[in-house]
Antibody, heavy 117, light 108 residues
């Protein structure tokens, strides 16, 4: 069964750092581009970042460019999001999501990141 | 930057009704548009991609149409399980993809 399992969400102070992980199973992870999408409490969805299938071509939303870094380890079937210089407005559920044919086809259940003093 | 505007913000209908949700883009996205359904406490689920193609397992009462800047998601006959929030997303400049602000479909 295809599964995406996020972890690493936590309470962190403004200016702090956090690394999210997404463990994939049930499909050939290395063959697919992957995304991070976030949702602030009670708000809509925001695409955050994506990475191509072969550990290259990272892309970022303007709101996180220069602060967040997406990466993947195809040998471990795992996607990462390193988040630095965190702001209160980064508070959200972060979803890991699989791309198929240019669309976000499969989503994990999300991990909550809270940035607060 | 492409902006997607969804209307209405809230739609109040009864089971069995026909639902029509709109998504308008600030510039052409050709047919690179998807629709997602999200229920409380759950992750979104892909319904429609490429403006009019149903994703795997999506029942035929869900249909999408449109191209360029104006798109519509139609639910032909609402079932109780369909009441949720619906988002559109454009993917014209992959992998970037703005989302609309969502339409809440609620029971009247």
């Amino acid at each position: 069964e295809l599964q995406l399992l996020e972890s690493g969400g936590d309470l962190v102070q403004p200016g702090g750092s956090l690394r999210l992980s997404c463990a994939a199973s049930g499909f050939t992870f290395s063959s697919y581009a992957m995304n991070w999408v976030r949702q602030a409490p009670g708000k809509g969805l925001e695409w955050v970042s994506a990475i191509g299938s072969h550990e290259g071509s990272p892309h970022y939303a303007d709101s996180v460019e220069g602060r967040f870094t997406i990466s993947r380890d195809n040998s471990r079937d795992t996607l990462y999001l390193q988040m630095n210089s965190l702001r209160v407005e980064d508070t959200a559920i972060y979803y890991c999501a699989k791309d198929i044919s240019g669309y976000i086809y499969v989503w994990g259940q999300g991990t909550l990141v809270t940035v607060s003093s | 930057e492409i902006v997607l505007t969804q209307s209405p913000a809230t739609l109040s209908l009864s089971p069995g009704d026909r639902a029509t949700l709109s998504c308008r883009a600030s510039q052409s996205v050709t047919s690179y548009l998807a629709w997602y359904q999200q229920k409380p406490g759950q992750a979104p689920r892909l319904l429609i991609y490429g403006a009019s193609n149903r994703a795997t397992g999506i029942p035929p009462r869900f249909s999408g149409s449109g191209s360029g800047t104006d798109f519509t998601l139609t639910i032909s006959s609402l079932e109780p399980d369909d009441f949720a929030v619906y988002y559109c997303q454009e993917r014209s400049i992959w992998p970037r993809g703005a989302f609309g602000q969502g339409t809440k479909l609620e029971i009247k």
